[in-house]
């Protein structure tokens, strides 16, 4: 009995085994995947300056790596369904792609061509759809899910492999992520989002004031349910599949819309209500008291007391005084009792 591929070996089997340049027989393991090498490169001739994942190697003490490892590390080598753009002289990368295996499987529609492919499928970061559904079945055969999110990491050589069943071990950039059977964390994920509660807060568990207000309920559910799962790999995986559902979205948001506007509308005509209780004629000036002339804010002018002394050279100037004033200032100064 044959050794079973590795994800790469099965993808690139999936893609009709294209022949490489410059591989040549070889035999042992695969310095990269730890698959059966048949063909190949030597280690050292293949690796190039550029290469950062040396710790990442399944076989580092391997000679050669195998030509399927070869081909999806290439730049220039197509991808199932992903052909150049116009104007461009290379197609798909295989780093930017998600690539999903189920022996067997009859695969979906995936390619920007409209490309099926028994067996396999690839998908973009705009097609979650497709490995979220992936993810949910009942898998009949071997199968893996190499997941990619930044496009920066290539992550279909180091995909572990499973059996049959609907759990198993999937890459994600760079974590190996246990998906279990029950999958409800990312349907209750997906309600909140529909119903308009943001993946900042899911993530985070920093719940907005109208989140709680408007959906407080499911939201305390959710959390009493999946707090303690946040920050786990999965976790991550999850909030990071799903998507709202666009339909039940516009719904809650024109619901919303329309109580606004009911709100403002109300809060308008009583506005309106009150403020024709309490208005005034067109034109008409507030009861308001006129400005006084100074005089009569400051009163009129004292005369002098009766039996007072008469202000000496009242009117002038102190230099326009009279000699006798200025040498005897007291005379006009009025004597307290007691201090005479």
Known sequence: MSERLSPPQLAWAAHGSPVVGDCEPASGRCYVCCGVVERGKQVQSWLGS?????????????????????????????????????????????????????????????GDDGSTAKSY???SKGQKGLI?????????????????????????????LNGAGRSGLVIFEEAMVTVPDDQSLLSDM???????????????????????????????????????????????????????????????ETARKEKVDARRKTKKTTGNADRGANSKPTGSVPKRRRRQAANELLGTDP????????PVDDGKRVGERSPKAASNPGASQVRLPGFD
């Open 190 to 252: 997906i309600a909140l989002l529909s119903a308009g509660v943001t993946k900042d807060e899911i993530g985070s568990g920093n719940w907005y004031t109208r989140t709680m207000i408007e959906n407080r309920e499911p939201t305390l559910a959710f959390e009493a349910k999946w707090g303690a799962h946040r920050g786990g790999d999965w976790f991550r995986l999850a909030i990071w599949l799903a998507q709202r559902d666009e339909e039940a979205f516009k719904a809650v």
């Open 303 to 310: 005369k002098p007391m009766p039996g007072s002394s008469p």
């Open 121 to 123: 499928a690839n998908a």
């Open 132 to 160: 979220r559904n992936f993810l949910a079945r009942e898998h009949t055969g071997p199968w893996f899910a190499a997941i990619a999110d930044s496009g920066q990491k290539h992550v279909l050589p180091f995909a572990p």
């Open 50 to 110: 550029n290469y950062t994942d040396q710790n990442r190697a399944r076989f580092p003490t391997a000679s050669h790596v195998c030509e399927a490892c070869c081909y999806v590390h290439s730049r220039t080598s197509p991808v199932l369904g992903r052909p150049p753009k116009e104007d461009k002289k290379f197609g798909g990368n295989y780093r930017n792609y998600s690539h999903l295996y189920e022996e067997g499987w009859a695969g979906p529609v995936f």
